[in-house]
């Protein structure tokens, strides 16, 4: 039973949550300061802070996140690796956590990570460890984001099925001299496009068409070449082949609504607080290149706005089922306090409505869209829309003009939020062992 | 009695928040994540000398040129799915081998680096009497490659993480392989579905 000497504990802790909120809200507004400021300077707001260790996963992403696009791939993995291991060590369903949702709100739950995000998180890394020029450790985070997908696999709904770790995948296996594995990982990143009614984009057609033409794969390659209107031309012997990852603009934020009624029948205060997407400001734009007389422009392969979306929607009915019990549990303990004492009723029904506050923590930092784009490109000396960074032999982050020679295959990651460029080159004599595609006539 | 009790509550918390240091003996196991861990390193290594020192490779080469065979280490790919750190295993299969006496290795391509650079630099600033000269290195007659892979199956809070590790030594003479050694470990994952 409340009595009157623990008042002062229900007041506070209302505060003492506001204080919290308070922190969660910086964090929720850090996306919109991402598109006006650099990454550098987000970063330093994000390390002025000091998170509960309950949120120390969502910080971690974004501190990674921030750090990939300034260019600290060591960095950004160390923070990653980190987020990785909390949420993977918080998969299981905390008995102290769902009680004090229950009775408080759902931000007393440690931050897990949505489905997509859990996939998200090994697709930077692995483009990190590309960026490091480490092919194997990439290739370890493209393993580690398929054992993901299949564990979130359901039969109703592709959720946690990601085409853009598909299509990495893909990538990392095709840079490797796996070519089957890359024909498979680019088959999926397809099939969930199709699921999700998006249009393949044409560096996936180009990857399909030339893996399956040269693995003897006849019957698909007919049905790619019926499905995909595309020319397959082999790459020139002189040229190297581009491939663009391209992360633009940054995903729309969660945002909290709460709903306060006076209901007369219950003599009380009700409140009820639930998250929310906003409707999308986004507007998409490609990364458009014009190199060498042509024009290249990336193409969406992965809508994380339409993702977050859909990973909130996925888990609304548990949030609802929480709001409807909290709602009841606080109604049963003023009611019980008011009538003990009409004035700590009063405080608790205030404390109640007080503490209530909607869960908007997310990885709020991730791009709206990632686009692709893969092109031939004849060996050369280029220059590009935006600085390009590239590894020196020391292994330092030098700035330079991209060079290209023949027989190499370039990767660049391009974030539109930070308007930098950043490359990994495999080189043709890279692995002696490896098949090439451009080796089909 | 109030302070008291406000006393051993403070105790009792700054005791549950401190750091615990065990030392332990570095043969025993202990299993955490499920992961790859020091234990799997170690066994890997273990087989690995075991078999290396029990077949005929090193007394053939020894009985046709006179002399112990000289190794050099090539790469040892990860291609698991965990980010493993294959050097350890590695460098205990150096020393094993090299104190057994019957095997010699010679900087990898990585530690020659460094010492060509240190060699270059004695050329200018070292004494005559003390000066290593360049061109003097053993070239190898053996090189040792590998790899790991896994298998996971997932379903659930449950998994099965299936590692194979496999080295082979390659004459380097003929390309011939001369030996191949594998270790396989296997476990069975199983995560809490409940935490408090």
């Known amino acids: 039973m409340p009595s009157i000497r623990k008042t ?18 910086t964090v929720s507004t850090l ?101 490091l020029d480490d092919l194997d450790a990439a290739r370890v985070e493209v393993l580690q984001a398929d054992v993901l997908m299949k564990e979130l696999a359901r039969e109703d709904e592709p959720i946690g099925q990601l085409a853009s770790a598909h299509y990495i995948s893909g990538l990392v296996y095709e840079l490797n001299g796996e070519l089957d594995s890359a024909m498979i990982s680019y088959r999926k990143a397809a099939n969930i496009m199709a699921l ?204 330079t003009e991209l060079v290209v020679s023949a027989g190499e295959k370039i990767v660049l990651f391009v974030p539109d939020v930070s308007q930098r460029i950043f490359s990994y080159t495999r080189t043709a004599r890279a692995r002696p062992n490896s098949r090439e595609i451009k080796a089909v006539e | 009695m109030r302070v008291y009790w406000a006393v051993l509550l403070s105790s009792l918390l700054v005791a549950g928040c401190s750091t615990k240091v065990t030392r332990m003996d570095v043969n025993e196991t202990v299993d955490l994540s499920g992961e790859w861990n020091d234990t799997d390193s170690r066994l890997v290594a273990d087989e690995m000398i075991r078999d290396a020192l029990s077949h005929p490779w090193t007394s053939n080469f020894a009985g046709e040129k006179g002399r112990a065979p000289t190794v050099i280490v090539g790469t040892v790919r990860n291609l698991s799915h965990e980010h493993i750190n294959v050097n350890t295993f590695v460098a205990d299969m150096e020393r094993a081998l090299i104190n057994s006496g019957r095997v010699e290795f010679v900087a990898s391509s990585t530690e020659r680096g460094e010492i060509r650079a240190e060699r270059t630099d004695q050329d200018l600033n070292a004494t005559e009497a003390t000066r290593n000269e360049a061109g003097q290195e053993i070239g190898a007659d053996f090189m040792l490659n590998g790899q790991i892979n896994t298998i996971v199956d997932a379903e659930g809070d449950e998994q099965v993480r299936y590692y194979q590790v496999d080295l082979t030594m390659i004459s380097m003479a003929n390309n011939k392989k001369v030996w191949l050694g594998q270790k396989k470990i296997k476990k069975l994952v199983e995560n809490a579905k409940v935490r408090y």
Request: aromatic letters at 8%; glycine letters at 4%; a negative charge.
């Open chain 1, 196 to 399: 999700r009614n998006m249009r393949t984009p044409t560096s996936l057609q180009s990857s399909l068409l030339g893996l399956s033409r040269y693995l003897g794969l006849d019957d698909e390659h007919e049905k790619y070449r019926e499905q995909f209107d595309l020319a397959l031309d082999p790459p020139a012997a002189d040229s190297a082949e581009i491939i663009v990852i391209y992360w633009d603009g940054v995903v729309t934020g969660k945002r909290g609504k709460t709903i306060s009624v006076w209901v007369p029948s219950l003599n009380q205060a009700v409140s009820l607080a639930l998250p929310y997407y906003p409707p999308s400001n986004y507007i998409r734009k490609s990364f458009d290149l014009s190199l060498a007389g042509q024009h290249h422009r990336t193409e969406t392969v992965e809508d994380i706005e339409a993702l977050s979306r859909a990973d909130l929607n996925d888990e609304s009915a548990a949030i609802y089922a929480m709001t409807l019990a909290r709602m009841v549990s606080k109604y049963a303990l003023v009611k019980s306090a008011s009538q003990q004492n009409n004035n700590l009723g009063l405080l608790l029904n205030i404390a109640a409505m007080l503490s209530e506050t909607a869960d908007i923590r997310s990885w709020n930092l991730l791009p709206s869209s990632i686009q692709v784009a893969r092109f031939a490109l004849p060996a050369g000396e280029y220059s590009l829309p935006y600085p390009h960074y590239s590894r020196s032999p020391q292994g330092e982050l030098v700035k």
């Open chain 1, 31 to 131: 996306d919109g300061r991402l598109e006006q400021s650099t990454p550098e300077e987000v970063l330093l707001t994000l390390q002025s802070l000091d998170p509960p260790e309950r949120d120390l996963g969502q910080y971690l992403l974004n501190t990674g996140l921030l750090e990939s696009i300034s260019g600290d791939f060591e960095g950004a993995n160390r923070d990653l690796q980190s987020a990785k291991d909390i949420l993977n060590s918080l998969q299981a369903t905390s008995v102290s956590e769902n009680l004090g949702a229950a009775m408080v709100n759902e931000t007393l739950r440690s931050y897990v990570g949505s489905p997509s995000e859990r996939v998200l998180l090994h697709v930077l890394m692995s483009i990190n460890y590309l960026m």
């Open chain 1, 8 to 25: 002062p504990f229900a007041v506070l802790l209302p505060v003492f949550l506001q204080a919290c909120a308070l922190q969660m809200n």
